[in-house]
């Protein structure tokens, strides 16, 4: 079996960061009218990053004085960058800033990179060195760091939502003061991927199908990246989005990463409702800000 916390493990992501701060992050913001509104305006911002490669992002900030709190949206699993998640209401910009990043390869940071969906999950990955995750986790790192830079946020209310990369990046870097997170790539990978044939970890079982040898490099690789390693150093309050009872990551096989997360953890298995999970998300996130009156951002259709 693989040690997940190994000091090699350690050194793997000290060498990222390292690298990572050679790199000053040259902020370029621009504001984008078409998408501003009487309640938030709305920039482009593109950073620099491990390699060097540039990322591009939308930050949105709500009129008045401010500070507000901050959601976080790191890269996703997906190649277009959305301002706020598909199918979340507009006004949830008229009480929170908001930065979605599009990491390298994504849509608007796909020069010179262009990413494959699927494929990404196994770029470079039987290598730890050239893995394109490692370039990806820097890159949504970078994200957290431009936000916090901004007087406009409220630095006791930083909420990162996504899927693993929101808690890899709360493990790696100070400043997310809550994380919601939606385990989809990097919990026990090598071992629940042959039990699945779905995507994304399919991926993984398409690869291997391919490069039989390569099966032990791909291992060592993943262990860099498990979630149950970064688990002990993220304090945060955090939402686990589980997967509905009976699936692959339900609770109950979430359950050794919420013991070895130090921060109060809330565990929501999905009903496989959009509107129950949705709702369900923003509530949460509201309540930890303090914004009481999130009805009134909630989608029309998630409204009592």
Known sequence: MIDLTPAAVREYW?????????HPARPEVERLPLRSTAFATLYGVRLTSLGPYRLFGYL???????????????????SVLEIIPQGTANLQRSRYVTFALAARGQRNADSPYAAMFPGLLTEGIDSATSYIFRGIVADSIRGLEFLLTRREVD????????NDLALITAALTAGA????????????????????????LEEINDYLRLYPACAEAVRRTLANYDLRGFAPSITATTLLMAGASGTLLDGLALNPLVTALQGHVTVYESQQSLYKDGVYGERWMA???GIADVQSILPERWRD
């Open 14 to 22: 000290r060498d990222a960061l390292d690298a990572l701060a050679r």
């Open 60 to 78: 949105s900030i709500p009129t008045g004085a401010g500070p507000f709190p901050a959601i976080y949206y790191p890269p996703k699993y997906q």
């Open 155 to 162: 630095a006791a209310r930083v909420v990162v939502a996504g």
């Open 177 to 200: 003061t809550h994380v919601v997170a939606t385990p989809a790539l990097f919990y026990k990978t090598a071992e629940l991927a042959p039990k699945t044939q779905a995507y994304p």
């Open 287 to 289: 309540a930890q800000c």
